[in-house]
């Protein structure tokens, strides 16, 4: 599956129609209010998926992992994680009055994606960043925190994925 980007949002036309919706149960009383978020992933065997988009809220998860679902009454809710791809998820928050079209975020988030790092919006100012395995963390980590003491984001850590990839511990 090719991910393609336009304006760092995911064509779903292009996630091809393998892609189905499968359900992440959140934290109670966490910061965003919402008991659940819906990812796109692609089935890779029965009750089996590979997540496809990077979670804006949920924790422990980056894109490419492998999930064991149950069939619940909205659909598939996702048990856990099988198999680790590697990739890290991050949040960022922007300023207030700070804009994705702005200079001062495309200055700070053009490091990130010369690096390989990808982004996918959920509002005007929550974004997704997905780390690719092949990404220095320590990098990205350091562009992240330059971006928050320039006052154009702040950032906090969905998943660190190891260095090694495998299975999931």
């Not at 809220?57 to 598939?76: C, F, M, S």
């Not at 700070?98 to 919006?121: N, V």
Request: charged share 25%.
């Amino acid at each position: 599956v090719t991910r393609k980007r336009v304006v760092s949002s995911i064509l779903l036309s292009d996630l091809g129609s393998s892609m189905e919706k499968i359900i992440l149960s959140l934290e109670p009383h966490a910061w965003h209010g919402h008991a659940t978020e819906t990812v796109w992933a692609e089935r890779v065997g029965t009750q089996q998926y590979r997540i496809r988009s990077v979670p804006f809220y949920a924790k422990d998860l980056g894109y490419g992992d492998v999930v064991i679902t149950n069939r619940g009454t909205q659909g598939e809710v996702v048990e856990r994680v099988t198999i680790r791809s590697g990739h890290s998820t991050y949040r960022l928050f922007l300023a207030e009055g700070a804009s994705f079209e702005s200079e001062a975020f495309q200055r700070d988030w053009k490091p990130l994606e010369d690096l390989g790092c990808t982004m996918e919006r959920a509002t005007k100012r929550l974004i997704a960043i997905d780390v690719p395995p092949n990404t220095s963390i320590h990098a990205a980590y350091r562009l992240m925190e330059k971006g928050e003491r320039d006052g154009v984001w702040e950032f906090e850590e969905g998943y660190c994925a190891p260095t090694a990839q495998g299975p999931a511990s």
